[in-house]
C-alpha cells in the first residue's frame, strides 16, 4: 500500500477487475507515468461501476493532499461528490498551474464557466513555459473558443507554442503528424475569417483530438 494515502481496501483482492488494478497502480503505487502524459487511461471505461464507485472515493478521500493526477482523476470520473473539496482547493490555491488543473477537474464534472475564463487568461499569461505547460487544455472545450485560441495561439512568443499549435492545426488538415507543415503560419492567418476552413478544423477537432 502506498505511504501517505487513505487506503481503505485491498487493492490486491481478486474482487478486483485488471482494470480497476491498472487504474489503482498508476493513480497510488506510482503515478510518474501519467504526470508524463504516456500512460493509457482506458480503464476509466473499463472499471465496473462498482468500482467507479470506488475509485472516486479513493480519490476524494485523498484530494487534500493537492496531487495534480487524483484532482484530474476526480474530472475524468465525474465525481459529483468531489466537487465542494475542489471548489475549497481552488479557492485556496493562488497558484494558476493549479487553478488550471482543478478548474479542469470541475468543468468535467459541471460544465462550470470558470474554466473556459481560466483559458482565456491562460493565452495572455506572462509565463511562456505556463502557456506551454498547459497549452493542450485549450482543446477541451471543443467548440470554438478552442479554434480562435489556435488562431491568436499562431502569433504566440514563444517559437515552441507556435510550432505546437501549427502541427496541430495541420494533423486536423491532413489527417497526419509530420516534420514539414503542408499548411504554414500565413495560411492560417490570411484566412482566419473562413468560416468554412473554421468549421472543417472545428469537426477535425472533435473528430481526431
Same mark, same amino acid.
Request: glycine content about 4%; hydrophobic content about 35%.
Given at each position: 500500500?502506498?505511504?501517505?494515502?487513505?487506503?481503505?481496501?485491498?487493492?490486491?483482492?481478486?474482487?478486483?477487475?485488471?482494470?480497476?488494478?491498472?487504474?489503482?497502480?498508476?493513480?497510488?503505487?506510482?503515478?510518474?507515468?501519467?504526470?508524463?502524459?504516456?500512460?493509457?487511461?482506458?480503464?476509466?471505461?473499463?472499471?465496473?461501476?462498482?468500482?467507479?464507485?470506488?475509485?472516486?472515493? =479513493?480519490?476524494?478521500? &485523498?484530494?487534500?493532499?493537492?496531487?495534480?493526477? !487524483?484532482?484530474?482523476?476526480?474530472?475524468? #470520473?465525474?465525481? %459529483?461528490?468531489?466537487?465542494?473539496?475542489?471548489?475549497?482547493?481552488?479557492?485556496?490555491?493562488?497558484?494558476?498551474?493549479?487553478?488550471?488543473?482543478?478548474?479542469?477537474?470541475?468543468?468535467?464534472?459541471?460544465?462550470?464557466?470558470?474554466?473556459?475564463?481560466?483559458?482565456?487568461?491562460?493565452?495572455?499569461?506572462?509565463?511562456?513555459?505556463?502557456?506551454?505547460?498547459?497549452?493542450?487544455?485549450?482543446?477541451?472545450?471543443?467548440?470554438?473558443?478552442?479554434?480562435?485560441?489556435?488562431?491568436?495561439? =499562431?502569433?504566440?512568443? &514563444?517559437?515552441?507554442?507556435?510550432?505546437?499549435? !501549427?502541427?496541430?492545426?495541420?494533423?486536423? #488538415?491532413?489527417? %497526419?503528424?509530420?516534420?514539414?507543415?503542408?499548411?504554414?503560419?500565413?495560411?492560417?492567418?490570411?484566412?482566419?475569417?473562413?468560416?468554412?476552413?473554421?468549421?472543417?478544423?472545428?469537426?477535425?477537432?472533435?473528430?481526431?483530438?
Amino acid at each position: 500500500m502506498a505511504t501517505g494515502y487513505n487506503i481503505d481496501i485491498d487493492p490486491n483482492s481478486s474482487d478486483f477487475s485488471k482494470a480497476f488494478k491498472d487504474f489503482y497502480s498508476v493513480h497510488f503505487i506510482n503515478s510518474f507515468g501519467l504526470t508524463r502524459g504516456d500512460v493509457d487511461t482506458s480503464f476509466f471505461a473499463s472499471m465496473t461501476n462498482s468500482e467507479k464507485e470506488i475509485a472516486k472515493r =479513493l480519490v476524494r478521500q &485523498n484530494l487534500k493532499l493537492r496531487q495534480a493526477h !487524483l484532482f484530474t482523476a476526480s474530472g475524468q #470520473l465525474k465525481d %459529483k461528490e468531489a466537487l465542494t473539496i475542489l471548489y475549497e482547493q481552488l479557492e485556496n490555491n493562488d497558484d494558476f498551474s493549479w487553478q488550471m488543473t482543478i478548474g479542469q477537474a470541475i468543468w468535467r464534472i459541471n460544465g462550470d464557466s470558470l474554466y473556459p475564463k481560466l483559458l482565456t487568461q491562460l493565452q495572455n499569461y506572462p509565463s511562456d513555459l505556463m502557456r506551454q505547460a498547459h497549452f493542450e487544455q485549450v482543446l477541451d472545450l471543443q467548440n470554438e473558443q478552442s479554434i480562435e485560441a489556435y488562431f491568436d495561439y =499562431l502569433n504566440d512568443s &514563444n517559437s515552441i507554442i507556435t510550432s505546437m499549435t !501549427l502541427s496541430k492545426l495541420n494533423y486536423w #488538415l491532413t489527417g %497526419k503528424y509530420s516534420d514539414t507543415f503542408l499548411f504554414d503560419k500565413n495560411y492560417f492567418i490570411e484566412n482566419r475569417n473562413n468560416k468554412d476552413l473554421k468549421e472543417t478544423l472545428l469537426q477535425k477537432l472533435k473528430t481526431l483530438g
